[in-house]
């Protein structure tokens, strides 16, 4: 049985036992908050378990480190989506401790795609206008990561006026939050 067998075997078993019933939720955020944070694995449960939120309480926008580096890009317009359109009126950036893009390089990564794919690709890369040097860098400093992801949100010309937005830094091993500092 491959994995994606067992998940669609999974799921006819959890709507046949209306297992989705505790999960019952609005489609606007209850607690009219948007959180941007890190995909890392450990934080699916914890993270909201920690700041005491149920599904239907926020919107969740998730990436690699939880970074908001480009003020155009998908990561903030799903912000502004989130709050001209559902609802929300404040941000969250929560940045987490032993994340995978500290001390990312984007010499590493560079080096560790050239292990799996034909040298071609660099060309096409190229073609497409992305300087892969500045967009798979990850960050050096935590709490600057997450400082500058609330400054390019709060420095937003589309940002709604007086929203407010938050650093936060988790703690994956025990859920502890701290404010970015
Ligand atoms: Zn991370």
């Known amino acids: 049985m491959t994995q994606m067998d067992e998940i669609l075997a999974f799921n006819k078993a959890f709507i046949e036992r209306k297992a989705y019933l505790p999960y ?13 944070t890190c995909m890392d ?6 993270l909201p378990q920690a700041m005491g939120l149920k599904n239907g309480d926020a919107i969740m926008i998730k990436c ?3 970074i908001i580096d480009d003020p155009y890009g998908n990561t903030m317009k799903s912000i502004l989506v989130s709050l001209y359109e559902l609802e929300s009126e404040a941000v969250y950036v929560i940045g987490h401790s032993d994340c995978g893009m500290h001390g ?52 937003h010309p589309l940002l709604p006026p007086n929203t407010p937005v938050y650093g936060l830094i988790i703690d994956p091993a025990t859920g502890a939050l701290t404010l970015a500092d």
């Open 104 to 155: 990312l390089t984007a010499d590493k990564m560079i080096a560790d795609i050239e292990k799996r794919v034909n040298d071609s690709v660099f060309a096409r890369v190229a073609e497409d206008g992305k300087d892969l040097h500045q967009w798979l860098n990850g960050f050096q400093s935590l709490s600057d990561q997450v400082n500058s992801s609330v400054a390019v949100v709060k420095n």
């Open 24 to 36: 019952k939720a609005p489609s606007r955020p209850v607690k009219k908050m948007t959180i941007v």
């Open 64 to 66: 690699a480190g939880g």
């Open 41 to 46: 694995c450990r934080l699916i449960e914890l």
